[in-house]
């Protein structure tokens, strides 16, 4: 699976921005799909992931603002973020897994988010 990620850029505070993850591949639909983020000097963390059933996982720093969605005729997945705040500034990674496997193992590039206070 390859993964491109996009939509990125300058925003507000209480802005809202809608990262979308492009996936190539037959058995999107199957995959178990992911955003993460990692801002600068700190490590990688887990946002939100959406099964293929649409059973979804936010961070609790993101509920209530943060909503994952996919369409797997379209082999993409979304991330609408409202109410940004400046902590949200990061770059934003999509991943894939496929299960059993427990781990993300299909990474796309990251895509930059910049929330001005």
């Known amino acids: 699976v390859q993964l491109q990620a996009s939509g990125g850029g300058l925003v507000q505070s209480g802005g809202s921005l809608r990262l979308s993850c492009a996936a190539s591949g037959r058995t999107f639909s199957s995959y178990i799909m992911g955003w993460f983020r990692q801002a600068p000097g700190k490590e990688r963390e887990s946002v939100a992931a959406?099964?293929?059933?649409?059973?979804?996982y936010y961070a609790d720093s993101v509920k209530g603002r943060f909503t994952i969605s996919r369409d797997n005729a379209k082999n993409t997945v979304y991330l609408q973020m409202n109410s940004l705040k400046p902590e949200d500034t990061s770059v934003y990674y999509c991943a894939a897994r496929s299960p059993p496997v427990a781990a993300f193992d299909y990474w796309g590039q990251g895509t930059e988010v910049t929330v001005s206070s």
């Open positions: 959406i099964s293929w059933s649409g059973g979804t």
